[in-house]
């Protein structure tokens, strides 16, 4: 899996994507981003970094930021559908949870 660099953050850890999840210091701090305007803390967060505009999980991104990740985020979801494997997997997946939720484990 291909990792891509986001940034490295005030106190020296890195802020990656690696496949289909967004890592800080090499534990998983989100799988999507969300708008600062639509998050409940966004006056916080617009105070410790006025140029926000995504936040993944804990961590506030400005719009260059953030356009890497969601590149990057692309870029493993255009490989996962050019491997035969990967679409059979996801689709065992899906069927495992549907099952989960129809009760039958």
């Known amino acids: ?10 106190d020296g850890r ?13 534990e998983i701090e989100a799988f999507d981003l969300t708008e600062v305007k ?3 803390h966004r006056r916080q967060i617009w105070t410790v970094m006025p140029e926000a505009t995504h936040v993944a999980g ?5 719009k260059e930021e953030a ?3 969601t590149k990057a985020l692309k870029e493993a979801e255009a490989q996962m559908l050019a491997d035969p494997a990967a679409i059979k997997e996801r689709f065992r997946i899906a069927a495992m949870w549907r099952a989960r939720e129809q009760g039958i484990e």
């Not at 899996?1 to 005030?10: A, D, E, I, P, R």
């Not at 890195?14 to 090499?26: A, C, Q, R």
Request: hydrophobic share 45%; proline share 3%.
């Open 67 to 69: 356009e890497v990740i």
């Open 14 to 26: 890195k802020l990656e994507v690696v496949g289909f999840g967004i890592y800080l210091d090499g």
């Open 58 to 62: 804990r961590v506030a991104l400005s």
């Open 1 to 10: 899996m291909t990792k891509t660099l986001v940034k490295t953050t005030q």
């Open 38 to 40: 639509m998050h409940p």
